[in-house]
Protein backbone atom coordinates (compact mmCIF):
# COMPACT_ATOMS: atom_id res chain seq x y z
CA UNK A 1 0.00 0.00 0.00
CA UNK A 2 1.51 3.21 -0.98
CA UNK A 3 -0.90 5.45 1.17
CA UNK A 4 -1.74 3.42 4.23
CA UNK A 5 -0.23 1.90 6.85
CA UNK A 6 -1.59 -1.21 8.96
CA UNK A 7 -0.35 -2.37 12.23
CA UNK A 8 -1.65 -5.30 14.13
CA UNK A 9 -1.30 -5.53 17.76
CA UNK A 10 -3.41 -6.85 20.66
CA UNK A 11 -6.61 -7.37 18.64
CA UNK A 12 -6.68 -3.99 17.18
CA UNK A 13 -5.96 -2.47 13.76
CA UNK A 14 -3.99 1.03 13.53
CA UNK A 15 -4.78 1.66 10.29
CA UNK A 16 -2.86 5.27 9.52
CA UNK A 17 -3.53 7.53 6.24
CA UNK A 18 -0.34 8.89 5.33
CA UNK A 19 0.18 11.46 2.48
CA UNK A 20 2.53 13.80 4.28
CA UNK A 21 2.41 16.10 1.65
CA UNK A 22 -1.19 16.12 0.78
CA UNK A 23 -2.34 16.75 4.38
CA UNK A 24 -3.33 13.35 4.35
CA UNK A 25 -5.91 14.34 1.57
CA UNK A 26 -8.40 11.58 0.55
CA UNK A 27 -7.20 10.21 -3.95
CA UNK A 28 -8.61 7.79 -5.85
CA UNK A 29 -5.52 5.14 -4.72
CA UNK A 30 -6.05 5.95 -1.21
CA UNK A 31 -10.46 5.24 -1.46
CA UNK A 32 -8.75 1.95 -3.30
CA UNK A 33 -6.16 0.89 -1.07
CA UNK A 34 -8.72 1.36 1.86
CA UNK A 35 -11.17 -0.60 0.07
CA UNK A 36 -9.31 -3.50 0.17
CA UNK A 37 -7.74 -3.43 3.33
CA UNK A 38 -10.71 -3.13 5.12
CA UNK A 39 -12.39 -6.20 3.33
CA UNK A 40 -8.68 -8.20 4.51
CA UNK A 41 -9.47 -6.95 7.66
CA UNK A 42 -12.94 -7.98 7.88
CA UNK A 43 -12.05 -11.38 7.06
CA UNK A 44 -9.57 -11.01 9.76
CA UNK A 45 -10.39 -12.72 13.41
CA UNK A 46 -7.48 -11.63 14.87
CA UNK A 47 -8.99 -8.05 14.82
CA UNK A 48 -11.38 -6.74 17.03
CA UNK A 49 -11.64 -2.95 16.51
CA UNK A 50 -10.02 -0.93 14.18
CA UNK A 51 -8.57 2.60 14.55
CA UNK A 52 -8.12 5.16 11.55
CA UNK A 53 -5.52 7.73 12.25
CA UNK A 54 -3.59 10.23 10.15
CA UNK A 55 0.16 10.08 9.48
CA UNK A 56 2.22 12.96 10.08
CA UNK A 57 3.03 15.93 7.44
CA UNK A 58 5.80 16.63 5.77
CA UNK A 59 7.43 18.22 8.71
CA UNK A 60 6.91 15.31 10.66
CA UNK A 61 4.29 16.79 12.80
CA UNK A 62 2.01 14.21 13.81
CA UNK A 63 -0.99 16.46 15.39
CA UNK A 64 -1.21 18.52 11.85
CA UNK A 65 -3.73 16.94 10.17
CA UNK A 66 -5.87 13.61 10.42
CA UNK A 67 -7.50 14.00 6.69
CA UNK A 68 -7.58 17.60 5.07
CA UNK A 69 -10.14 16.46 2.43
CA UNK A 70 -10.94 14.75 -0.92
CA UNK A 71 -7.99 15.23 -3.33
CA UNK A 72 -8.23 19.20 -4.64
CA UNK A 73 -5.69 18.50 -7.12
CA UNK A 74 -7.39 15.34 -8.35
CA UNK A 75 -10.99 16.89 -8.65
CA UNK A 76 -9.82 19.66 -10.16
CA UNK A 77 -10.88 19.07 -13.79
CA UNK A 78 -13.67 16.18 -12.84
CA UNK A 79 -16.46 15.80 -15.40
CA UNK A 80 -19.81 15.39 -13.49
CA UNK A 81 -19.54 11.46 -14.57
CA UNK A 82 -16.21 11.35 -13.03
CA UNK A 83 -16.95 13.67 -9.91
CA UNK A 84 -20.04 11.00 -9.40
CA UNK A 85 -17.51 7.89 -9.72
CA UNK A 86 -14.97 9.49 -6.89
CA UNK A 87 -17.89 9.77 -5.15
CA UNK A 88 -19.09 6.13 -5.45
CA UNK A 89 -15.27 5.25 -5.26
CA UNK A 90 -15.44 6.33 -1.14
CA UNK A 91 -18.69 5.20 -0.42
CA UNK A 92 -18.18 1.83 -1.01
CA UNK A 93 -14.88 1.66 2.00
CA UNK A 94 -17.45 4.33 4.10
CA UNK A 95 -20.09 1.99 3.88
CA UNK A 96 -17.39 -0.70 5.16
CA UNK A 97 -16.59 1.36 7.74
CA UNK A 98 -19.69 1.71 8.91
CA UNK A 99 -20.89 -1.90 8.58
CA UNK A 100 -17.51 -4.40 9.11
CA UNK A 101 -18.06 -6.53 12.20
CA UNK A 102 -15.14 -5.10 13.91
CA UNK A 103 -15.89 -1.84 15.35
CA UNK A 104 -14.44 1.42 13.79
CA UNK A 105 -12.84 4.10 15.89
CA UNK A 106 -11.56 7.50 14.34
CA UNK A 107 -8.55 9.08 16.14
CA UNK A 108 -8.71 12.73 15.08
CA UNK A 109 -5.21 14.27 15.29
CA UNK A 110 -5.77 17.33 13.31
CA UNK A 111 -7.37 18.89 10.41
CA UNK A 112 -10.47 17.03 9.67
CA UNK A 113 -12.07 19.19 6.49
CA UNK A 114 -14.45 17.65 3.78
CA UNK A 115 -14.16 13.99 3.38
CA UNK A 116 -12.00 14.29 6.42
CA UNK A 117 -14.67 14.90 8.40
CA UNK A 118 -17.20 12.63 6.54
CA UNK A 119 -14.85 9.34 6.92
CA UNK A 120 -14.50 9.96 10.37
CA UNK A 121 -18.25 9.76 10.36
CA UNK A 122 -18.60 6.59 8.72
CA UNK A 123 -16.66 5.20 12.07
CA UNK A 124 -19.12 4.02 14.84
CA UNK A 125 -16.62 6.29 17.39
CA UNK A 126 -15.00 9.28 17.18
CA UNK A 127 -11.83 10.79 19.49
CA UNK A 128 -10.66 14.16 18.64
CA UNK A 129 -7.10 15.60 20.03
CA UNK A 130 -7.71 18.66 21.56
CA UNK A 131 -6.05 20.72 18.31
CA UNK A 132 -8.41 19.02 16.30
CA UNK A 133 -10.40 21.51 13.67
CA UNK A 134 -13.61 20.12 11.78
CA UNK A 135 -15.57 21.46 9.00
CA UNK A 136 -17.18 21.12 6.14
CA UNK A 137 -15.78 23.60 3.54
CA UNK A 138 -17.24 22.67 0.28
CA UNK A 139 -19.47 24.97 -0.94
CA UNK A 140 -16.72 27.57 -0.53
CA UNK A 141 -14.97 25.87 -3.56
CA UNK A 142 -18.55 25.52 -5.63
CA UNK A 143 -19.50 21.92 -4.44
CA UNK A 144 -21.33 20.14 -1.99
CA UNK A 145 -19.93 17.49 0.75
CA UNK A 146 -20.30 13.83 -2.07
CA UNK A 147 -18.99 11.66 0.50
CA UNK A 148 -22.17 11.38 2.38
CA UNK A 149 -21.88 14.80 4.69
CA UNK A 150 -24.82 16.22 3.97
CA UNK A 151 -26.38 13.05 4.84
CA UNK A 152 -24.00 11.80 8.43
CA UNK A 153 -23.67 15.16 9.36
CA UNK A 154 -27.40 15.84 10.20
CA UNK A 155 -27.43 12.40 11.25
CA UNK A 156 -24.61 12.97 14.30
CA UNK A 157 -25.44 16.42 14.80
CA UNK A 158 -29.28 17.17 13.57
CA UNK A 159 -30.29 19.05 11.47
CA UNK A 160 -29.84 22.52 12.39
CA UNK A 161 -26.35 22.15 13.04
CA UNK A 162 -25.43 20.26 9.67
CA UNK A 163 -26.56 23.40 7.75
CA UNK A 164 -25.11 25.34 9.71
CA UNK A 165 -21.86 24.03 8.94
CA UNK A 166 -22.02 23.05 5.61
CA UNK A 167 -23.81 26.66 4.69
CA UNK A 168 -21.11 28.66 6.63
CA UNK A 169 -18.07 26.31 5.73
CA UNK A 170 -17.02 27.59 9.32
CA UNK A 171 -14.19 25.76 11.35
CA UNK A 172 -15.38 24.16 14.54
CA UNK A 173 -12.81 23.11 17.47
CA UNK A 174 -12.63 19.60 18.87
CA UNK A 175 -14.76 20.96 22.27
CA UNK A 176 -17.58 22.35 20.05
CA UNK A 177 -17.52 19.39 17.88
CA UNK A 178 -17.89 17.62 21.06
CA UNK A 179 -20.65 20.11 22.41
CA UNK A 180 -22.67 19.52 19.18
CA UNK A 181 -22.11 15.16 19.46
CA UNK A 182 -20.00 14.97 16.18
CA UNK A 183 -16.82 13.91 18.36
CA UNK A 184 -17.87 11.34 21.44
CA UNK A 185 -14.39 12.63 23.54
CA UNK A 186 -11.92 15.41 23.24
CA UNK A 187 -8.10 14.10 25.27
CA UNK A 188 -4.94 16.07 25.08
CA UNK A 189 -3.22 15.34 21.68
CA UNK A 190 -0.31 13.13 23.11
CA UNK A 191 -2.61 10.67 24.52
CA UNK A 192 -5.23 10.68 21.50
CA UNK A 193 -3.87 7.04 20.61
CA UNK A 194 -3.47 5.35 24.33
CA UNK A 195 -7.47 6.82 24.89
CA UNK A 196 -8.21 5.06 21.52
CA UNK A 197 -6.28 2.19 22.43
CA UNK A 198 -7.63 1.97 26.26
CA UNK A 199 -11.07 1.91 24.25
CA UNK A 200 -10.48 -0.30 21.89
CA UNK A 201 -8.96 -2.65 24.70
CA UNK A 202 -12.46 -2.36 26.68
CA UNK A 203 -14.73 -3.00 23.72
CA UNK A 204 -12.58 -6.15 23.54
CA UNK A 205 -13.44 -7.30 26.28
CA UNK A 206 -17.06 -7.66 26.00
CA UNK A 207 -18.10 -10.67 24.11
CA UNK A 208 -17.07 -9.85 20.55
CA UNK A 209 -19.53 -11.24 18.54
CA UNK A 210 -22.02 -9.45 20.48
CA UNK A 211 -20.94 -6.42 19.83
CA UNK A 212 -20.89 -6.78 15.70
CA UNK A 213 -24.49 -8.15 16.45
CA UNK A 214 -25.57 -4.73 18.67
CA UNK A 215 -23.24 -2.49 16.07
CA UNK A 216 -25.74 -4.45 13.27
CA UNK A 217 -29.01 -3.74 15.26
CA UNK A 218 -27.93 0.25 15.90
CA UNK A 219 -27.03 0.42 12.32
CA UNK A 220 -30.06 -1.24 10.68
CA UNK A 221 -32.54 0.04 13.08
CA UNK A 222 -31.75 3.91 12.59
CA UNK A 223 -33.14 4.25 9.56
CA UNK A 224 -36.43 1.78 10.50
CA UNK A 225 -39.65 2.86 11.54
CA UNK A 226 -39.59 1.78 15.89
CA UNK A 227 -42.20 -1.04 15.86
CA UNK A 228 -40.26 -2.76 12.91
CA UNK A 229 -36.71 -1.83 14.29
CA UNK A 230 -37.66 -3.30 17.72
CA UNK A 231 -38.76 -6.50 16.15
CA UNK A 232 -35.33 -6.97 14.55
CA UNK A 233 -33.71 -6.47 17.60
CA UNK A 234 -35.90 -8.83 19.01
CA UNK A 235 -34.79 -11.31 16.31
CA UNK A 236 -30.97 -10.39 17.01
CA UNK A 237 -31.62 -10.69 20.42
CA UNK A 238 -32.62 -14.57 19.91
CA UNK A 239 -29.24 -14.92 17.50
CA UNK A 240 -27.37 -14.03 20.28
CA UNK A 241 -29.25 -16.24 22.58
CA UNK A 242 -28.14 -19.72 20.95
CA UNK A 243 -24.25 -18.40 20.91
CA UNK A 244 -21.37 -20.05 23.33
CA UNK A 245 -21.31 -16.53 24.74
CA UNK A 246 -24.07 -16.37 26.10
CA UNK A 247 -24.64 -19.49 28.06
CA UNK A 248 -20.58 -19.14 29.31
CA UNK A 249 -21.39 -14.96 30.36
CA UNK A 250 -24.83 -16.06 32.22
CA UNK A 251 -23.03 -19.15 33.89
CA UNK A 252 -19.75 -17.18 34.60
CA UNK A 253 -22.23 -14.67 35.87
CA UNK A 254 -23.96 -16.79 38.65
CA UNK A 255 -21.24 -19.13 39.45
CA UNK A 256 -19.16 -15.51 40.33
CA UNK A 257 -16.93 -15.63 38.11
CA UNK A 258 -15.05 -13.92 35.17
CA UNK A 259 -16.15 -14.73 31.97
CA UNK A 260 -14.41 -16.36 29.01
CA UNK A 261 -16.10 -15.22 26.22
CA UNK A 262 -14.76 -16.56 22.64
CA UNK A 263 -17.45 -15.58 19.82
CA UNK A 264 -16.90 -13.65 16.78
N1 LIG B 1 -6.28 18.26 -1.39
C1 LIG B 1 -5.05 18.29 -1.96
N2 LIG B 1 -3.96 18.81 -1.35
C2 LIG B 1 -4.13 19.34 -0.14
C3 LIG B 1 -5.37 19.35 0.51
C4 LIG B 1 -6.49 18.76 -0.16
N3 LIG B 1 -7.71 18.68 0.39
N4 LIG B 1 -5.24 19.94 1.71
C5 LIG B 1 -3.94 20.29 1.81
N5 LIG B 1 -3.27 19.95 0.70
C6 LIG B 1 -1.85 20.14 0.40
C7 LIG B 1 -1.57 21.59 0.05
O1 LIG B 1 -1.86 21.84 -1.29
C8 LIG B 1 -0.08 21.67 0.36
O2 LIG B 1 0.63 21.11 -0.69
P1 LIG B 1 2.02 21.83 -1.18
O3 LIG B 1 2.93 21.79 0.05
O4 LIG B 1 2.50 20.95 -2.29
O5 LIG B 1 1.67 23.21 -1.58
C9 LIG B 1 0.08 20.74 1.56
O6 LIG B 1 -1.07 19.90 1.55
C10 LIG B 1 0.11 21.48 2.87
O7 LIG B 1 -1.02 22.32 2.93
P2 LIG B 1 -0.93 23.89 3.23
O8 LIG B 1 0.37 24.45 2.77
O9 LIG B 1 -2.19 24.51 2.68
O10 LIG B 1 -0.96 23.86 4.82
P3 LIG B 1 -1.49 25.00 5.79
O11 LIG B 1 -1.06 24.62 7.16
O12 LIG B 1 -1.15 26.34 5.29
O13 LIG B 1 -3.10 24.86 5.68
C11 LIG B 1 -5.20 23.68 5.60
C12 LIG B 1 -3.74 23.69 6.11
C13 LIG B 1 -5.99 24.80 6.29
C14 LIG B 1 -5.80 22.33 5.96
C15 LIG B 1 -5.21 23.91 4.07
O14 LIG B 1 -4.30 23.00 3.48
C16 LIG B 1 -6.55 23.69 3.44
O15 LIG B 1 -7.41 24.56 3.52
N6 LIG B 1 -6.74 22.52 2.76
C17 LIG B 1 -7.95 22.23 2.03
C18 LIG B 1 -9.06 21.88 2.96
C19 LIG B 1 -10.35 21.62 2.21
O16 LIG B 1 -10.91 22.52 1.58
N7 LIG B 1 -10.85 20.38 2.29
C20 LIG B 1 -12.05 20.00 1.63
C21 LIG B 1 -11.76 19.50 0.25
S1 LIG B 1 -13.22 19.17 -0.66
C22 LIG B 1 -13.74 17.70 -0.05
O17 LIG B 1 -13.19 17.12 0.86
C23 LIG B 1 -14.93 17.14 -0.71
C24 LIG B 1 -15.25 15.75 -0.24
C25 LIG B 1 -16.28 15.11 -1.11
C26 LIG B 1 -15.82 14.91 -2.52
C27 LIG B 1 -16.88 14.17 -3.26
C28 LIG B 1 -16.57 14.06 -4.73
C29 LIG B 1 -17.68 13.34 -5.41
Redesign the pocket.
Known amino acids: MNNLKLDVADQIAVLTISRP ?3 N ?1 LNSETLDELNAVLSEIEARDDVKVVILTGGPDKKDNPYK ?1 FV ?6 E ?1 VNFSAAE ?2 A ?2 MR ?1 AEPFFKLMNMRQVTIAAVNG ?1 A ?3 GC ?1 IAMACDIRIASDNATFAQ ?2 TG ?1 G ?1 I ?3 GGTQRLARLVGMGRAKEMIFTCDNIDAQEAYRIGLVNKVVAKEELMDTAKKMAAKIISKGSYAVSIAKAAINNGYDMDIKNAVEMEANLFGITCSTHDKKEGMTAFLERRAADLTDF
Open positions: GALASAGADIAMARFGAFLGGEPELIPGF
